[in-house]
């Protein structure tokens, strides 16, 4: 692995900065401004992404602030401009979905994917600019998904991996009838700089009891088991070295302005006195495709590919992880070329010892 791609597996796109909710562990800074993209843009970044969908599966991914926000005619005029092949995805807080929007995912075939932390007493984060709890919109809203017969992924996140938790939360998103889950340790960054460090032994067994309530039930893709066990199987058969892939996913972000972060979303929208504002172009004066065959110019991706290098060399997990992410790397370390983060030590290190753990607790008496 050396370097960015050419080609994205995937398009990030900011329809509009604003989130009609105000949750406590939110990064984006801009979410209370509604500052919203243009046609003009997606038409640039169309202009990228259709010859890539036609040469393979490509997926863009409408993130916000809250993506609903922008609402449907705005939504649909962005989407227009690309190819039918284009997967589309969306990532919502599900507060704002009724019957039209179920009707809008439907025509669009597009995919949905709800953020929600787990039972109600476990939201107590998420609330509107008021303090008014979310919990019951977002229920709502996934009600109106399941009443239109729409699959839907779950997002959530966790900041008390203590024991029981992970059960909960697993037994929580059978109920709720989701296909997909994915699993977030809080993380610092952005706008949220609160502690995400954990009792390392309390993270391991979070991890190991949500493989434990999966493997009892696994109606459910759990995104970060299966990622474990995939690599696991790997070792096992010696193909672990195949399993990163040769340069990293820049996986853009363009921004409501049209300008494009690679690497992390979380990074869209903040400026530092040493790297500038973490852009590597604006599509609306260079096509997409030219600003990532040069993205690994930018200052801060530089010293980025060179922690990934201090991690290749440095760390035991790096086959599972490849190197972590970006943005948690500036927001605990302040820079790009450190290695270890409270983020990559609950979410890849602690990970991986849970499934171990998982694994030795139950195997036979005589293996
Ligand atoms: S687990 Fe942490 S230190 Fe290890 S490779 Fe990943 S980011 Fe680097």
């Given at each position: 692995m050396r370097g960015l791609a050419a080609v994205p597996s995937y398009v990030v796109m900011q329809p509009t900065t604003l989130c009609n909710l105000d949750c406590?562990?939110?990064?984006?800074?801009?979410?209370?401004?509604?500052?919203?993209?243009?046609?003009?843009?997606?038409?640039?970044?169309?202009?990228?992404?259709?010859?890539?969908?036609?040469?393979?599966r490509f997926s863009v991914v409408w993130h916000g602030g809250e993506p609903l926000a922008a609402g449907r005619e705005q939504l649909a005029a962005l989407m227009?401009?690309?190819?039918?092949?284009?997967?589309?995805?969306?990532?919502?807080?599900?507060?704002?979905?009724?019957?039209?929007?179920?009707?809008?995912?439907?025509?669009?075939?597009?995919?949905?994917?709800?953020?929600?932390?787990?039972?109600?007493?476990?939201?107590?984060?998420?609330?509107?600019?008021?303090?008014?709890?979310?919990?019951?919109?977002?229920?709502?809203?996934?009600?109106?998904?399941?009443?239109?017969?729409?699959?839907?992924?779950?997002?959530?996140?966790?900041?008390?991996?203590?024991?029981?938790?992970?059960?909960?939360?697993?037994?929580?998103?059978?109920?709720?009838?989701?296909?997909?889950?994915?699993?977030?340790?809080?993380?610092?960054?952005?706008?949220?700089?609160?502690?995400?460090?954990?009792?390392?032994?309390?993270?391991?067994?979070?991890?190991?009891?949500?493989?434990?309530?999966?493997?009892?039930?696994?109606?459910?893709?759990?995104?970060?088991?299966?990622?474990?066990?995939?690599?696991?199987?790997?070792?096992?058969?010696?193909?672990?070295?195949?399993?990163?892939?040769?340069?990293?996913?820049?996986?853009?972000?363009?921004?409501?302005?049209?300008?494009?972060?690679?690497?992390?979303?979380?990074?869209?929208?903040?400026?530092?006195?040493?790297?500038?504002?973490?852009?590597?172009?604006?599509?609306?004066?260079?096509?997409?495709?030219?600003?990532?065959?040069?993205?690994?110019?930018?200052?801060?991706?530089?010293?980025?590919?060179?922690?990934?290098?201090?991690?290749?060399?440095?760390?035991?997990?790096?086959?599972?992880?490849?190197?972590?992410?970006?943005?948690?790397?500036?927001?605990?370390?302040g820079r790009f070329d450190g290695t270890e983060t409270e983020h990559c030590r609950n979410s890849k290190i602690r990970l991986l010892e849970g499934v171990l753990?998982?694994?030795?607790?139950?195997?036979?008496?005589?293996?």
């Amino acid at each position: 692995m050396r370097g960015l791609a050419a080609v994205p597996s995937y398009v990030v796109m900011q329809p509009t900065t604003l989130c009609n909710l105000d949750c406590a562990y939110c990064y984006l800074p801009l979410r209370a401004a509604d500052r919203r993209m243009s046609v003009a843009v997606a038409e640039a970044v169309a202009a990228s992404v259709n010859p890539w969908a036609a040469a393979g599966r490509f997926s863009v991914v409408w993130h916000g602030g809250e993506p609903l926000a922008a609402g449907r005619e705005q939504l649909a005029a962005l989407m227009a401009p690309f190819a039918a092949d284009v997967e589309h995805h969306v990532q919502t807080n599900a507060t704002l979905v009724d019957d039209a929007w179920c009707e809008f995912f439907a025509a669009q075939r597009m995919r949905v994917s709800v953020s929600v932390d787990g039972p109600r007493e476990r939201n107590g984060d998420r609330t509107d600019r008021a303090g008014r709890p979310a919990y019951d919109r977002i229920v709502r809203g996934v009600a109106a998904l399941r009443r239109h017969g729409l699959p839907f992924s779950a997002l959530a996140v966790v900041n008390d991996p203590s024991p029981g938790r992970a059960t909960e939360l697993y037994d929580y998103c059978l109920d709720l009838g989701c296909e997909v889950l994915g699993v977030n340790i809080e993380e610092t960054e952005g706008v949220n700089r609160r502690d995400n460090s954990h009792d390392a032994a309390a993270v391991t067994g979070f991890w190991a009891e949500l493989v434990s309530a999966w493997r009892r039930d696994p109606r459910i893709h759990l995104r970060e088991v299966e990622w474990s066990l995939r690599y696991a199987a790997a070792v096992l058969d010696g193909t672990a070295d195949d399993l990163l892939p040769r340069r990293l996913d820049p996986i853009p972000t363009v921004a409501y302005d049209g300008s494009v972060v690679v690497l992390s979303p979380e990074l869209a929208g903040f400026s530092d006195p040493r790297y500038g504002d973490f852009t590597s172009g604006n599509v609306l004066t260079r096509p997409l495709a030219a600003i990532l065959a040069d993205a690994d110019r930018t200052a801060w991706v530089g010293e980025f590919i060179s922690g990934v290098e201090a991690c290749r060399s440095s760390c035991p997990y790096f086959g599972f992880c490849g190197g972590g992410h970006a943005a948690n790397r500036y927001f605990e370390l302040g820079r790009f070329d450190g290695t270890e983060t409270e983020h990559c030590r609950n979410s890849k290190i602690r990970l991986l010892e849970g499934v171990l753990e998982h694994a030795r607790d139950h195997q036979s008496p005589g293996a």
